[in-house]
C-alpha cells in the first residue's frame, strides 16, 4: 500500500510504500532533498576576510571563526613591519629573535671596524693560559688513562718508531696473508692493525706480533 506525501525540503509530491515509514522521522523525495534537510548548519561571518559561510552550530566560536585554513593563517601573521639595519654600519637588515625582537647586530658583526684595548687583550690571554693550564693538569700524571705508574717515559724510549713500525705492519700482515688471526676473515691492508699479543709495547719480537682487523683489535683491547 502507497501513501502520499510531501517532500519536506522541496514540496513535491510523491508516493512510498507504508512499510518503508517509520513512526516519527521525516521522508524525503530523494537522497538530495534528505542530504539538505539532514543539514544542520549556520551561517556566520569570516572573522579575517568578511566572507559568510555555513558551519555545524558544535564548530561556532564566540570569535576567531575563518572560512578557510588561508584565512586562519593570514590571521596569525604578525607585522613586525621593516627590518632596521645593523648597528655596525654595514647596511644589511638584522633578524628577529625567537621571541619576536630584533636583533641589533648580525651574527659576527657586533665587533666589527673595533678592536680591543690592550688591558683586554692581556686579561683575554691571561684567561685563555690558565684554562689550557687548567685542561692539562686534568690528563696528567695519574689522571691520564695511559698512565704507567711512571714509566712512561723508559717505555717511550724502547717502543719503535713510526718508520720501523711500518715496516714491521707490513712484514706482519704479508706474513698472515692479510687475514684476521681473530675471525679469519680477509681485509685490505689498511683495515688491519698490527697488535702485540703479550700487550708489551716494548717487546717487538716478530713472534710478539699479530694481525686483526679493526673490531677484533678493539675487543681483544676490551677484554683485557
Known amino acids: 500500500m502507497n501513501v502520499d506525501l510531501i517532500c519536506p525540503t522541496c514540496g513535491k509530491h510523491y508516493q512510498r510504500a507504508s512499510y ?4 516519527g522521522q521525516k521522508s524525503y523525495c530523494s537522497p538530495i532533498c534528505q542530504n539538505i534537510g539532514r543539514k544542520n548548519t549556520v551561517e556566520i561571518t569570516c572573522d579575517y576576510c568578511g566572507k559568510q559561510f555555513q558551519t555545524t552550530p558544535s564548530r561556532v566560536r564566540k570569535s576567531f571563526n575563518y572560512c578557510s585554513p588561508e584565512c586562519f593563517y593570514e590571521s596569525r601573521k604578525i607585522s613586525y613591519g621593516e627590518a632596521p639595519l645593523c648597528a655596525c654600519g654595514c647596511g644589511f637588515p638584522v633578524t628577529r629573535n625567537y621571541g619576536g625582537r630584533w636583533h641589533k647586530f648580525i651574527h659576527g658583526h657586533n665587533f666589527t671596524g673595533k678592536k680591543h684595548s690592550p688591558e683586554t687583550r692581556v686579561k683575554l690571554s691571561q684567561a685563555a693560559i690558565k684554562r ?15 698512565y704507567k705508574h711512571g714509566m712512561t717515559a723508559e ?18 700482515i704479508a706474513r698472515d696473508n692479510n687475514t684476521c688471526q681473530r675471525c ?7 683495515d688491519l692493525h698490527v697488535h702485540h699479543i703479550d700487550f708489551d709495547v716494548t717487546n717487538n719480537n716478530l713472534d710478539n706480533f699479530t694481525a686483526l682487523c679493526r673490531s677484533c683489535h678493539a675487543k681483544v683491547t676490551y677484554e683485557t
Do not use: A, Y
Open 184 to 190: 679469519f676473515n680477509k681485509f685490505q691492508s689498511s
Open 155 to 172: 717505555i717511550n724510549k724502547k717502543r719503535l718508531n713510526w718508520f720501523h713500525m711500518r715496516k714491521i705492519r707490513q712484514q706482519i
Open 132 to 146: 689550557s693550564s687548567e685542561t692539562s693538569l686534568r690528563v696528567r700524571g695519574e689522571n691520564n688513562p695511559f
Open 20 to 23: 518503508r515509514m517509520r513512526k
